[in-house]
């Protein structure tokens, strides 16, 4: 690391710097998040990013630009379209929010190095991610390589996860979730019908680049954060909506984004945990 290590977290850090470094973070955050909004919509649409200018999804009228101002608007309009009443969607606030939030988390927890930088990025990816394969239940492929790419800078930047130990990690959850899928899939197709799914060949290349990115232990804790996050939201989506199909991919989303910050840690405290259990 270099000697930029411990600038948020020291003695000389004063409380009002923490809070103006993380407050320009957290309005950084929701402007990315309000892209990132376009990006989840227009991406399976295969519509340009940046071409047409964002209009209401009811009436068709071109939002005006007091009304793009990240969460702040979509609170100010009461969640409603300005021209025709209509209302907005709360997912456009949430995704923007919860992408300033993960910057504030992730700057607070890695502190102000290049190693928060990428993971940032990394983050807002797997929003997309997340939400793309909650709507579409497909895993952008594309995302999944830039965020397969990213994993050569914090390599570089990061010299305690070794290149060996990204490759081991690029497979050792990708494989079995690839047997798992190929031996399961006409199992299940055949018990509960010919769209239900099973671990899809989008979650297994997601953790082979989560892999990359986070090393062995922290893919592994990852990993299991997302299969106890999939049981539970499968339950709470079951008793909500009354279907039982759902995608898995947002679910392993949350579990590399946990990785991501304490991925090792909680691995270090699981294992001496299982050194010396009751102690
Ligand atoms: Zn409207």
Same mark, same amino acid.
């Given at each position: 690391?270099?000697g930029?290590k411990?600038?948020?977290?020291n003695?000389?850090?004063?409380?009002p710097f923490?809070l103006?470094?993380?407050?320009?973070i957290?309005?950084?955050?929701?402007?990315i998040?309000s892209f990132?909004?376009v990006?989840?919509i227009?991406?399976?649409?295969?519509?340009s990013?940046?071409?047409?200018?964002?209009?209401?999804?009811?009436?068709?009228?071109k939002?005006?630009?007091i009304?793009?101002?990240?969460?702040f608007?979509?609170?100010?309009?009461?969640?409603?379209?300005?021209?025709c009443g209509?209302k907005?969607s709360?997912r456009?606030? @949430? &995704?923007e929010? +919860?992408? %300033?939030a993960?910057?504030?988390l992730?700057?607070w /927890?890695?502190d102000?190095n290049?190693e928060?930088?990428?993971t940032?990025?990394i983050?807002?990816l797997l929003?997309?991610v997340?939400f793309m394969?909650?709507d579409t239940m497909?895993?952008?492929?594309?995302?999944?390589?830039v965020i397969?790419?990213?994993?050569v800078p914090?390599?570089l930047f990061?010299s305690?996860i070794?290149?060996i130990n990204r490759?081991?990690g690029?497979?050792v959850?990708?494989?079995?979730f690839f047997?798992i899928?190929e031996?399961?899939?006409?199992?299940i197709?055949k018990?509960f019908g010919?769209?239900?799914?099973?671990i899809?060949?989008?979650d297994?290349l997601?953790m082979?680049?989560a892999?990359a990115v986070?090393?062995?232990?922290?893919? @592994? &804790?990852?990993t +299991?954060? %997302?299969?106890v996050?999939?049981?539970l939201?499968? /339950?709470?989506n079951k008793m909500?909506?009354?279907?039982s199909?759902f995608?898995f991919?947002?679910?392993l989303?949350?579990?590399?984004a946990?990785?991501l910050?304490w991925?090792?840690?909680?691995a270090?405290w699981y294992?001496?945990?299982?050194?010396?259990?009751?102690?």
């Amino acid at each position: 690391m270099t000697g930029f290590k411990n600038m948020l977290h020291n003695e000389f850090t004063e409380l009002p710097f923490q809070l103006t470094f993380l407050g320009m973070i957290f309005i950084l955050g929701i402007c990315i998040g309000s892209f990132l909004n376009v990006v989840i919509i227009r991406l399976p649409r295969g519509e340009s990013l940046i071409k047409r200018s964002s209009h209401c999804m009811t009436c068709g009228t071109k939002i005006r630009p007091i009304d793009m101002i990240p969460v702040f608007s979509w609170l100010f309009l009461r969640g409603k379209c300005h021209s025709c009443g209509e209302k907005i969607s709360p997912r456009y606030p @949430i &995704v923007e929010a +919860l992408n %300033g939030a993960l910057y504030v988390l992730t700057f607070w /927890v890695l502190d102000i190095n290049a190693e928060a930088i990428i993971t940032c990025i990394i983050m807002s990816l797997l929003v997309v991610v997340g939400f793309m394969d909650w709507d579409t239940m497909e895993i952008n492929e594309i995302i999944l390589t830039v965020i397969l790419l990213l994993a050569v800078p914090l390599a570089l930047f990061t010299s305690e996860i070794t290149i060996i130990n990204r490759i081991i990690g690029a497979f050792v959850i990708s494989v079995p979730f690839f047997l798992i899928g190929e031996i399961s899939r006409p199992i299940i197709r055949k018990k509960f019908g010919e769209d239900f799914r099973a671990i899809e060949l989008g979650d297994t290349l997601l953790m082979l680049t989560a892999g990359a990115v986070l090393g062995t232990k922290a893919v @592994i &804790v990852s990993t +299991l954060i %997302g299969i106890v996050a999939a049981a539970l939201g499968g /339950v709470i989506n079951k008793m909500v909506s009354g279907e039982s199909k759902f995608a898995f991919g947002p679910f392993l989303a949350i579990g590399i984004a946990i990785g991501l910050l304490w991925g090792n840690e909680i691995a270090d405290w699981y294992i001496g945990f299982l050194k010396n259990p009751l102690q």
